[in-house]
């Protein structure tokens, strides 16, 4: 067993190999604890020993190790549970030098590390190779990596692997759009086996769905739009874990599709309530993509069952009629009140985005889908150009909870 814990193509993950193709820089993105810096450290190894699993012809000579500072270079990349001097079985590990800032193999391959707290030490210094960790967090970061790059010179052909949690800087968004650079991707999960037990139930328990556990455990590069009229992180604000027990008034909003083909719009499906404290309670969002009317009108009735709703509020833009006969067919006891957008999308999300910024609205749960288009609506709308489905929806749904002149009925218990 302990011999195949040393042989890393036998057991590690395919995000955790390098990808084949004629690549310059390996860039694997993932969440904590998702193994980028094992493989990070079983690439170095393979490489400076010349193992043929790698792809490569014969060992690398000089590699450089960059990292935030020198203490993480130390600490995790070469010191760490899983980093370089942990992975080498005792017979094939190299001599440390910490006062040198130098690894050394008996094959005569040589590392040095370097921060990028001090960019400047990499200018003069060649290498074959290198691997970089958490560029996305590196303090001296566009001229760090370009200072590596020019000392990217020896061999037939010299590689770099970048191994990070994805944070929306723009190195790391330059890093992606550059020619030879492929990616690799993979959450926390990925690596659930070597994880502590507990963990991922507790941690995804308080962050799954939210921006900082899709980026931080499912590695996405998650971004905010300028000009968007919602940031993720006020988003993140108003969320709360549960309503009130007891709401005002409760709405099923729908922003029906015209068609149902593979290229038609999504069915907005976005329940919502009323407070006693006059705060809206984003409750869920349940929509759907490419849905036959029979599908949407069915999911729309029984959310109004499960949640006891006041009403349907069902946009009829696109064919009134068909959308109140889809539903009464469903069930003709259900109330519908009909709306009828007379503008823009735009204009008419305005007015809920301010009513989010007086604090007037919770979202109860994580509801990412929902909450990328809030964050990438903008003036011309999604920057896919498809349709704000979803937070059409939402858009009906507070709109009748905060902006109708319509009295609350009755409370109700969730």
Request: overall charge neutral; proline content about 6%.
């Amino acid at each position: 067993m302990a011999f195949l814990l040393k042989d890393w193509p036998t057991f590690a993950h395919e995000h955790q190999l390098p990808p084949g193709g004629d690549w310059a820089v390996w860039l694997m993105m993932g969440g904590r604890g998702a193994g980028k810096t094992r493989a990070g450290a079983e690439w170095i190894r393979a490489r400076a020993l010349g193992h043929g699993w790698t792809g490569e012809a014969g060992p690398a000579g000089r590699i450089a190790l960059v990292g935030e500072t020198y203490q993480d270079v130390r600490e995790v990349m070469i010191e760490g549970v899983s980093g370089i001097l942990s992975v080498h079985p005792k017979a094939e590990r190299p001599q440390w030098n910490p006062s040198r800032r130098r690894l050394e193999w008996r094959t005569g391959a040589v590392a040095q590390a370097f921060s990028s707290e001090d960019p400047e030490a990499l200018r003069g210094p060649q290498f074959d190779i290198a691997w970089a960790d958490e560029l996305a967090k590196w303090r001296n970061g566009e001229e760090t990596f370009d200072m590596l790059q020019f000392g990217l010179r020896l061999g037939e052909r010299p590689r770099q692997l970048v191994t990070t949690t994805p944070r929306a800087v723009p190195l790391l968004k330059r890093l992606i759009d550059m020619p030879g650079t492929t990616m690799t991707r993979a959450a926390t999960r990925a690596n659930a086996l070597f994880l502590a037990p507990g963990f991922l139930e507790r941690v995804v328990a308080r962050y799954a769905g939210t921006r900082l556990g899709r980026q931080e455990l499912d590695g996405e590069l998650i971004e905010d739009r300028p000009d968007a009229l919602w940031q993720r992180g006020d988003l993140d604000a108003c969320r709360i874990a549960a309503a009130p027990d007891h709401l005002a008034r409760i709405v099923i909003a729908i922003d029906p599709p015209a068609t149902a083909t593979k290229r038609s719009d999504a069915c907005g499906l976005v329940v919502a309530g009323l407070g006693e404290d006059g705060i809206a309670y984003v409750l869920a969002d349940h929509s759907l993509a490419r849905a036959r009317p029979a599908d949407w009108a069915g999911r729309a009735v029984a959310l109004w069952r499960h949640y006891q709703a006041d009403c349907l509020v069902a946009e009829v833009n696109q064919g009134g009629d068909m959308v109140r006969e889809v539903i009464a067919a469903a069930d003709p006891g259900v109330p519908v009140k009909s709306v009828r957008a007379s503008r823009g999308k735009y204009a008419r999300a305005e007015p809920i985005a301010l009513i989010y910024e007086q604090g007037r609205v919770r979202h109860v749960g994580a509801m990412p889908a929902l909450e990328d288009e809030m964050a990438d609506f903008g003036p011309g709308g999604l920057t896919s150009g498809r349709s704000p489905d979803r937070l059409d929806a939402l858009v009906w749904a507070l709109s009748e909870l905060l902006l109708s002149e319509r009295g609350t009925p009755r409370l109700r218990r969730l």
